[in-house]
């Protein structure tokens, strides 16, 4: 229901992990709104991102080690998602000798998003305050709103433990 609970202290981490939520990459999207928080979060640390999640940022100021690109998830889970840019993310961490990710995504997500990341051995710190808007102009039908994410997330979940991916 997007409600999360932090962990661990933000500092501690070695580097940002950005997912995005959506298509939409205007003024007052989530996914900017993301970019945003990765911006004020990234305190000179690696960020690794997904494209769709680049794309969204107002300037170029913010440095990004390593962009995820392929298409994002469709409405049978085919794309890159949340676990192709976490694989990406880890093998990106473990070439820099990295340990602790700072993980910034849309509230509802961070969950799933924590515990994707425990399976493929990430330490991933969730912080507070994630924004929690849903992306009414989405090409992704299903993060345009609670009622539309819940379905889909509670089946996708079903899937993605069949898949050993969570």
Not at 3 to 21: K, L, M, P, R, W
Not at 79 to 85: P, Q, S, Y
Not at 95 to 121: D, F, N, P, T, V
Not at 154 to 162: D, F, H, I, K, P
């Amino acid at each position: 229901m997007g409600i999360y609970e932090a962990t661990q202290d933000a500092n501690e981490a070695d580097c940002v992990i950005g997912h995005s939520f959506g298509t939409s990459i205007d003024e007052n999207s989530v996914n900017r709104a993301l970019a945003d928080f990765i911006v004020t979060s990234a305190n000179h640390r690696p960020v690794v991102i997904d494209e769709m999640l680049l794309n969204a940022f107002q300037d170029n100021t913010t440095p990004v080690a390593h962009t995820v690109k392929g298409p994002i998830s469709n409405a049978v889970g085919k794309g890159v998602g949340t676990w192709g840019t976490l694989v990406e993310a880890k093998c990106y961490m473990n070439r820099q000798g990295l340990e602790r990710a700072l993980m910034i995504a849309q509230a509802h997500l961070i969950g799933r998003i924590m515990m994707q990341s425990r399976k493929l051995g990430i330490e991933a710190i969730a912080p507070p305050n994630l924004p929690s808007q849903f992306d009414l102009n989405s090409d992704q039908v299903w993060t345009r709103s609670l009622a539309l994410w819940l379905p889909r997330e509670l089946a996708g979940s079903v899937v993605l433990r069949l898949q050993g991916k969570l």
